[in-house]
């Protein structure tokens, strides 16, 4: 058999449907998850960075000692000291010192 004859016998078989379905929804897979990848990285990023940011802030609690550099790890701290690393912590501490209290 040649090609052409293999070629009229698969679309004379009815499974070229089959074929072209499987096709098509592996192409819209794909392109959902190139839509969703890069706003769901940017989510986990943002979420890494605010684990980040409350070792930092449980790391500056537990081993410094001076009261006035005492900062609570709850969300927005852990956020503004993850996305801000050590500038954003330095940030938090002059706002405690400065306007907080």
Known sequence: MDKLELLKQFLSSGHLPFAAISAGGL??????VMLLAKPLGKIVKLLLHAVLGFALLFVLN???PLEFLHLEPNLANCIVAG????????LLLLFQYFIAK
Do not use: H, R, S
Request: cysteine-free; hydrophobic content about 65%; charged content about 0%.
């Open 27 to 32: 192409v819209i897979i794909v392109f959902l």
């Open 62 to 64: 537990t081993y410094v």
């Open 83 to 90: 996305v801000g690393g050590v500038p954003g912590v330095i």
